[in-house]
Structures are given as C-alpha cells and as structure tokens.
C-alpha cells in the first residue's frame, strides 16, 4: 500500500485529489497521513467527501476515515462499474475540485459516463468553471470527449451551482508538448454576476477595467458579460488568452494562458476586472505555453503520457501533484527551476 504525507508541499487537499485519480487509475491502494496539515482546519471538507462518495458510487471502492475533519484516510479502489450518477456536494464547495478526483478515472474507463454535480461554480481558492471550460478543457480532449454544460452558477456560501458532465474516453495517449507558443492572436473572457447586481452594472465594470487594462497587448480582447441566478450573491471574471499561427488559433497542443478573479463584499467591480487582467498579463509576459494554475492540473497527465511543459512558475501545487504522481507510477519528473521547464520522459500507462 502506498503512503502519503498530507503536510507535504502545499500540504493542502491537493495531494488527496490527485491520490484518489491515481489510485483509481492503477488499482493501488494508499493511505494518507496528516490531511490537508497546513490549513487552518486541517482534515477532510466536504468537496473531498464528494470526490470520496462520487467514486463509491461509481466502482464501489473502500474508504476507511472517510469523514468531515478527518485527518487520515485509506483507500482502497476497484473498477469503475456504474457510469452515472447525481453528486450533490451540499455546501458551495468547488465542483471544479471534486472533478480533480473523478474527472481522470472517467477519462480512462471503458464505457462512456455521464455525472450531475451540485456545488459551488465560482468560489475562492478554486479554478472557477469558467476557466476550466476555456483553459483546461481544450487540453483534456487529446484524451477524451469531454462535455460540461453549465445550468447554474453557484456561490457561496449557498453553492447550487450545475454541471452536467459526459465522458467518452479515446485511445489517443499522445504525448504533451507545451514548451513554445507562437503569437498571441487574441484574449476572450466571460464576466459574470448575479442579476441582482445588475442595476450596478457589476459585469459589465469588470469587463471595461480588464479590458482598459489589457488594451496595451494590442490584440482583440473580447469579454462577454453574462447575468445569472444563482442561491448566493457573486461575481467575477475569466480571461483567457489564444496563441497561433497566421492569425489562426492552434488546435493541436494548443496554447492557452488563464488569468481569473472573483468578486467579494467590498470590493469594486473595477479591482475584480483589473486584478484578472493583471493575471493573465503576467502570464503573457513570461513567456511561457502553460500558466501556474494549469502546469499543476497538466503533471498527472504528463506521468500518464509522458512529455514536456514550460510553466510561468513551479507552485507548490505542482510540487505535491509530482510527489504523489511519482509515488503511484514508476516514473521520474525531472524539473528544471531556472527554465521553468518539467519534463516526464517516459509513458507507462
């Protein structure tokens, strides 16, 4: 059985997100010490309690301590046997973490699935979906046909957000090549709100400071502003900037920098809309093919296919999602600081 410390890196739930998808993959058992160490209420939450309970329901797999504020956790996978199932988180925790658990497994099973989730859409410390549909995504469908339709935005404190989620593995198992990108041929974004904010034009602020912001790259930048309901007030903003050839985007291996902020009480639309902005310019300016925030999302399939990614910054995301991919494959990440370069030669699945 593999052993996992939970306080190692970052020393937050992400070591138990990605040990869960890589354990359901290769059929090996873990267990994991010391849960999320290095937060001020350490154990587990109730996102992680859904990623549990979702693939429970999906294949049957054991889980030992599997409870709220628990501190240490055994489990024990098997196939994936069930291919639909209605998740109901019950809190405004992330959908888009719980589909850090559930996503790779469904990605890799043998039939096609389809899975409701209830939950928080766009809530802090977590991708909002925006950013998962238009920056992850278009990486994920090298592997998989991979479908998310968005019925409702969710905020906290209520969540009630949902997606509908369907999954139709392929057996392309391609290598990852993100080193180099080619010009910048546009920046697209989505600035949202809830309707109640409407009168306050809340998206439409947003969008007009990240947009003055940004004017200075010299590219089309399109942002599109969206009123929703939602159980909880909220608001906030995805940019995403597009990299081609000829003033056409690439498709293959294709290039996509993220950059996100989310709206709170007391806080001007217009710092929302430049903080995003900022984002994403900073990652332009790097250089680099992959953002920080994707490069820890992309290491489970760099160890599952092999290849190599150039990164703005090596987060600590990254360094504990590498210390848990290591750990379940016979593989070795080699990692250059300086360059900011991660390379994973080798393809055993």
Request: hydrophobic share 40%; net charge positive.
């Amino acid at each position: 059985m593999i052993t996992l410390d939970g306080s190692h890196g970052e020393g937050g739930g992400q070591i138990l997100r990605t040990a869960l998808a890589l354990s359901m993959i290769t059929q090996k058992s873990f267990k994991i010490e010391k849960i999320r160490a290095n937060r001020p209420k350490p154990g587990l939450k109730a996102q992680h309690m859904t990623g549990i309970k979702t693939l429970q329901e999906l294949s049957g797999c054991v889980a030992k301590g599997a409870e709220i504020g628990s501190e240490t956790l055994e489990f024990i996978p098997k196939p994936i046997n069930k291919f639909r199932a209605n998740i109901d988180v019950g809190t405004a925790g992330a959908i888009t973490l719980v589909l850090q658990s559930i996503l790779l497994p469904l990605m890799t099973a043998e039939k096609e699935s389809r899975i409701k989730i209830t939950g928080g859409t766009d809530v802090l410390w977590s991708p909002p979906i925006d950013y998962f549909l238009n920056v992850m995504m278009p990486h994920l469908q090298e592997y998989a046909d991979v479908k998310i339709k968005l019925e409702k935005r969710g905020h906290f404190p209520k969540g009630g957000g949902k997606i509908d989620l369907a999954v139709r593995p392929k057996e392309n198992k391609d290598k990852l090549n993100l080193t180099k990108r080619e010009e910048l041929i546009q920046i697209k974004g989505i600035s949202h709100s809830t309707k109640e904010l409407m009168d306050a034009q809340v998206a439409e602020r947003q969008a007009r400071a990240a947009k003055f912001f940004l004017n200075k790259l010299d590219v089309p930048v399109t942002i599109n502003k969206q009123y929703a309901d939602s159980d909880s007030t909220g608001s906030g903003i995805t940019l995403w900037a597009l990299y081609g050839v000829d003033g056409e985007v690439s498709t293959d291996n294709p290039v996509i920098l993220g950059g996100d902020a989310f709206g709170q009480r007391g806080k001007k639309a217009e710092v929302v809309g430049e903080e995003a902005a900022k984002t994403i310019y900073d990652e332009i300016m790097s250089h680099a093919a992959v953002d920080s925030h994707l490069c820890d999302n992309l290491i489970p399939f760099l160890g599952l296919f092999g290849g190599e990614i150039k990164t703005s910054k090596i987060t600590q995301h990254t360094k504990s999602n590498i210390y848990v991919t290591e750990k379940f494959w016979d593989v070795k990440f080699e990692v250059n600081e300086e360059k900011k370069i991660i390379l994973c030669m080798n393809r055993y699945y």
